[in-house]
Structures are given as structure tokens and as C-alpha cells.
């Protein structure tokens, strides 16, 4: 029997010619990502270990994303040990601020992820890489720790679930709602343990970045990967930027899945995601008109230059609304001097949003935009649970930049459309 | 081990375990003073050392943050016992050594405030205040093998202390 992409790559660097689902094994990694939250932990195991330097310094990826601008004392001493740690090892990606951005949106923009790779990252949502066509999944710090000391880690092999999305999207519809979609489908925990791989005709027309949105999710319905089998658009996008070899892998047309999944890509309007779990997912027009205070664009999900092309695409010409605070936040540097070439920020600043610079602050309920008791965000991110970008009984909806600029404009949850015709500028 | 019941129902994230504006420390205590906080602020007050949290499916969704467990652990909690965990935060507790169970039954059975024993080499639970007793899916002998170290750091310095010794005895 055929191999599933994710199972060949486990397979690869297991040193075996096959692997099946359920086997425990020891594999190679080719890259170990830690962030400033959860570096601090990863150095405190890495060095209870008992050995004098990471496996090689050149695969390992240090980003000061969540806290960073330091938000406070604390954060800035836990920025400075990983800052520290990455000069006593020649670590050679730590990222110094200015030159890091977001971290799932900054390794595939930086080359530093290609396809065939085994990487652990330590942040849940790692599993983005898989839309190069690598296996990447979220680990803890000990596990970050171990495989910074020793190269290696174990896995279980996990099951295939397929999701074939056929025909081509309809306007304002993107990956974002493709993969919100799919978790309404399956479930929060629908795919725990379990691997996601994407294909279908909707798959292939997407541009890379649309497709590392749909990975990065997979972990919303619980699963240990996402994966998007690499194509000539991956190639296009990794030839120019890779910093290692890649291998590129595909799965059998006799490959086991657990599930298979097809649905018409066509038939989707954009969704949105109501509080408090993401799979609790409806379509827009169910949402239309629920009043927020915030709206929040950025993010590893959706803060990439297309993001920021669509936003400005709704909001040219047009205001926020005044009731709102719209946060527009580049995922890297690069993203933010190319919005800043093409025009995009003089747009948001025109419209009355903040620009901000690249962090994972408001996703978390961090900083630079938390929120208060009681208060609506419409936001480009992942997760919308109780507290996750501030007070307990705060309430975050999730949807793709489209809706968002939508959003911020009207002032209420809105179509793009609706708000494009309602608010006609003379350009 | 023994201790009182504390219970959560489905879907108890990391957000709600320790919630991320939490995470500039990874001091055990301080964070075990924020455990739980977003679904009980006095959580932390109310935990004897020892206890149990027993929880639905799903527990420990969302992030990697280890801070999870080491909160948990932190605030005095001695065991978890859900009907599932997700999969980052099953691994991270048993990387650093924090006791689950998974058992369906039981999560369901045990009320708050039962008081609850645990074996955990036999995966057995008993439910002391209405005499039930659940046994837990065993772990994986592997990840049986890591927790009994105590966790993966000192199972990877057991590991790579023989390397040497055999390695200089060779």
C-alpha cells in the first residue's frame, strides 16, 4: 500500500522505507523554532540537560514575536536570555527586532522553511510550514529543548484525514474561510492526533500565502500537522528564498486516509467564527450586523502582503468608522516596507486604522490591543476562546482581511461587497 | 495520591489555563497564582496540594505553551483526569512530569468536591466518596518510561550519560 506525503517524510528521517500510523518512532529534525514566551523555558531545560551546544547552530530559529517590543521588565529580561543564549551558542537565526517579525510568516519569507523538512516549532501554531509541503508540527519547550540538544525527536505516526476542495472560490472568499470552514465541519478536537492534508482544484489556485493560512489553522481542529502537497506555485515561491535543500514529496494515489473529506469550494460564502471556540463557524450573512469595538488585521494567519492588499483593496478611499479601533499589524518587515512601497499603509493611516509594528501581541491579548470587560473585536486571527485577547468576558469573531476592513469600515460585522457599493469614493 | 475533585467541563484551553498575558515568567508558583483564572478567578485559593482537576474532552487546546502544565503543577494540582487531552498539552505534561489520566468514565462520574485516588502505575481511579473505580487508557510504554524519569529532561540526561559511559568504555 501507498504512503501519504506526511508519512514519507516521517519515513525519510526515521531512516526506514516505510512507515504506518502508530508507530512510535525517532526521527531526524531539520530545524527547531523557539519564541520569546516559549525559548524562556526551552533554555532553562536545554541547559539541565547536560550538554554544551545545540546539535547545529545553524538549524535552530530564535524569534522575539509575542512580548517583543519588550512589553515590560519581565518580557524584556525573557527576550534578553534568548538574545544571550543564541550569542554563547552562534545560533545563527536569532532574529533582533527589526528584523523579526512574526514567526510562522518570517521562516517561509526567510527561506528557512522548504519543503520535505521535519520541523518542530515551539508555538501550536508551527504546523503553517506544512504548506510548503514540509511536516511541522507544534511541540512544548521541553520537547524544543531536547531537539535543539540532541537533533532528533519522537513521534507517533500520525493518520491522514484528506480534504479535497473542488471548484474555484467565489469573490471575497479565501483560505482563511476554506480552513474555517473544515473546522466547523470536523470539530475542535476533530482531527486530534490526527494529520490534515489539503488538495483539490480551490487548493491549487490559491497563492502561498493564502495556503499557509489554511495549515496554520490545522491545529484548530486539534491536529498534529497541516499539509499542502508542494506544486509550482510552492516552487515558485521557495526557489528564491531557500537557505536549505528541499526534498519534494507527494503522496500515493493508493496512500490510507482515515477520512476523506470533498467538498464544492464554490458553494462557500465568506464565514465568520463566533465566540468562543473556532469551529463555532456560520456563514457571514449570519453575522452581518453584530456591532464590534475593535478590529484587529495581522497576525501568522492572515498579517501577510496579500492580507494587506485586500484590506486596503475595501478600505481605499474610505474611514474606519468612528466607534472603531481598527489595528492593522504587518507580520514582518519585509511585508510592512512592502506595503509601505505599494502604498498600502498611507491607505490604513488615511483611514484612520493604526498601523503597528510586526508582533503577536493583540492575537494573545498580549499587548497592543487587549481588550476590556465586554467588549466585541472582529479579528484576521486563529482563536477566538474565552480571555484570548483580554478579559474573560471579552468576545473575538474571526474572518478573513476582506471582512475585516469591511468591518472597520462599517462599524458593524459586514460583507465587502455591501460596504463597497454603500460607501462609493471617487478614486 | 489523593485529593479533592475540582471540575471543568469541555474544551479547557491553554488560554483559560494560563492565559497568555501571564507568560513573562516561568516561575511555578507565580504562575500557578493565574491557573484556571479565566474560568474561576479564585481557583488558585481554592487548591489543596494534591488535588484533582477532572475535566471533559479536549483539555489543553490551543497553545504549545508549556506554562500549561507547569501552572497547574504550580498551583498545588497533583493529577488531571479528563475524558481527552489535546495533543501538544499531552505531551507537555508528560515532558515534565504532571500525572494524566484519560477515562472517559470517570470525567463523567467524579462530582466536585469527591474525594479521588489515584494509582498511577496501574492507571487505576477511585472515586473514594462514592466507591466507583475507573481504569485509565495506559500510556504507551515509551512515554511510561519518560514520565517515570520524571520527565524528558532527565530521561535525555539518563540517556546521554550511558552514551558517554559506554562510549568511554568501548
New interface residues.
Given amino acids: 500500500m501507498g504512503m501519504t506525503i506526511t508519512e514519507k517524510i516521517l519515513a525519510a528521517h526515521a531512516g526506514k522505507k516505510e512507515v504506518r500510523p502508530g508507530d512510535?518512532i525517532e526521527a531526524k529534525v531539520d530545524l527547531v523554532m523557539a519564541n520569546d514566551?516559549?525559548a524562556?523555558?526551552a533554555i532553562?531545560?536545554f541547559e539541565?540537560?547536560?550538554?554544551d551546544n545545540v546539535w547545529d547552530p545553524e538549524r535552530v530559529v530564535l524569534v522575539p514575536s509575542?512580548?517583543a517590543p519588550a512589553?515590560?521588565i519581565?518580557?524584556a529580561a525573557?527576550i534578553k536570555r534568548m538574545r544571550e543564549f543564541a550569542r554563547r551558542l552562534n545560533i545563527k537565526w536569532f532574529f533582533e527586532l527589526g528584523q523579526a517579525g512574526i514567526e510562522h510568516a518570517l521562516l517561509p519569507e526567510q527561506g528557512l522553511a522548504v519543503p520535505g523538512m521535519l520541523i518542530l516549532?515551539?508555538?501550536?501554531h508551527?504546523c503553517t510550514y506544512g504548506a510548503l509541503g514540509a511536516f511541522s508540527t507544534?511541540?512544548?519547550?521541553?520537547?524544543a529543548?531536547?531537539a535543539m540538544?540532541?537533533g532528533e525527536t519522537?513521534l507517533?505516526v500520525p493518520e491522514s484525514n484528506l480534504f479535497i476542495f473542488h471548484g474555484k472560490l467565489r469573490p471575497w472568499v479565501s483560505g482563511k474561510d476554506l480552513i474555517l470552514y473544515t473546522i466547523s465541519q470536523v470539530g475542535?478536537?476533530g482531527c486530534?492526533?490526527q494529520a490534515m492534508e489539503f488538495t483539490g482544484e480551490a487548493i491549487r489556485s490559491l497563492s502561498m500565502e493564502q495556503r499557509m493560512t489554511i495549515t496554520n489553522m490545522a491545529?484548530e481542529a486539534?491536529a498534529?500537522s497541516g499539509i499542502i502537497a508542494p506544486d509550482e506555485t510552492t516552487l515558485e515561491y521557495v526557489k528564491p528564498r531557500a537557505k536549505f535543500p528541499w526534498t519534494v514529496y507527494q503522496s500515493d494515489p493508493d496512500a490510507h486516509y482515515a477520512r476523506v473529506f470533498e467538498w464544492d469550494a464554490s458553494e462557500l460564502e465568506p464565514q465568520v467564527s463566533f465566540p468562543h471556540?473556532p469551529s463555532n463557524t456560520k456563514p457571514l450573512s449570519e453575522a452581518a450586523g453584530i456591532e464590534v469595538d475593535q478590529v484587529v488585521i495581522g497576525s501568522c494567519t492572515n498579517g501577510r502582503i496579500e492580507d494587506l492588499r485586500i484590506v486596503a483593496e475595501v478600505m481605499r478611499g474610505r474611514k474606519v468608522h468612528p466607534r472603531i479601533r481598527c489595528i492593522i499589524f504587518p507580520a514582518t518587515p519585509e511585508v510592512y516596507k512592502q506595503a509601505l512601497r505599494e502604498g498600502l499603509i498611507d491607505v490604513f493611516v488615511e483611514a484612520g486604522a493604526v498601523v503597528s509594528t510586526s508582533t503577536c501581541g493583540p492575537c494573545?491579548?498580549?499587548h497592543m490591543g487587549?481588550l476590556a470587560e465586554g467588549e466585541r473585536c472582529l479579528s484576521t486571527t486563529n482563536?477566538n476562546?474565552?480571555?484570548?485577547m483580554g478579559h474573560?468576558r471579552s468576545y473575538t469573531y474571526l474572518a478573513n482581511p476582506a471582512v475585516a476592513a469591511a468591518t472597520a469600515v462599517a462599524g458593524v460585522i459586514a460583507d465587502p461587497d455591501d460596504v463597497i457599493k454603500r460607501t462609493e469614493v471617487a478614486l | 495520591m489523593r485529593g479533592r475533585a475540582h471540575k471543568f467541563g469541555p474544551d479547557i484551553d491553554t488560554d483559560v489555563i494560563i492565559p497568555a498575558y501571564y507568560l513573562n515568567t516561568i516561575d511555578p508558583v507565580e504562575l500557578g497564582k493565574h491557573c484556571m483564572e479565566a474560568a474561576d478567578p479564585d481557583f488558585s485559593k481554592k487548591v489543596k496540594p494534591g488535588d484533582i482537576i477532572v475535566a471533559g474532552k479536549n483539555f489543553g487546546s490551543g497553545s504549545s505553551r508549556e506554562h500549561a502544565p507547569i501552572a497547574i503543577k504550580g498551583c498545588g494540582i497533583g493529577a488531571v483526569v479528563a475524558e481527552s487531552f489535546a495533543r501538544i498539552f499531552f505531551r507537555n505534561a508528560i515532558n515534565i512530569g504532571l500525572p494524566i489520566l484519560e477515562s472517559p468514565e470517570a470525567a463523567a462520574a467524579i462530582q466536585a468536591g469527591d474525594e479521588v485516588e489515584i494509582d498511577l502505575e496501574a492507571g487505576r481511579i477511585t472515586d473514594l466518596t462514592t466507591g466507583q473505580t475507573f481504569q485509565a487508557t495506559p500510556l504507551p510504554p515509551f512515554m511510561m518510561e519518560i514520565f517515570r524519569a520524571g520527565g524528558l529532561v532527565p530521561y535525555l540526561r539518563q540517556k546521554i550519560e550511558r552514551q558517554r559511559a559506554a562510549a568511554q568504555g568501548a
Avoid at chain 1, 516549532?121 to 501550536?124: E, K, L, R, Y
Fill in positions: 512510535l514566551i516559549t524562556a523555558p532553562a531545560a539541565k540537560i547536560g550538554v509575542h512580548f512589553r515590560d519581565a518580557s525573557q516549532g515551539a508555538d501550536s508551527s507544534g511541540v512544548g519547550s521541553t520537547d529543548a531536547a540538544a540532541t519522537w507517533r475542535d478536537d486530534r492526533y491545529i486539534g498534529k471556540l494573545l491579548g498580549g487587549v482563536r476562546y474565552v480571555g484570548r474573560p
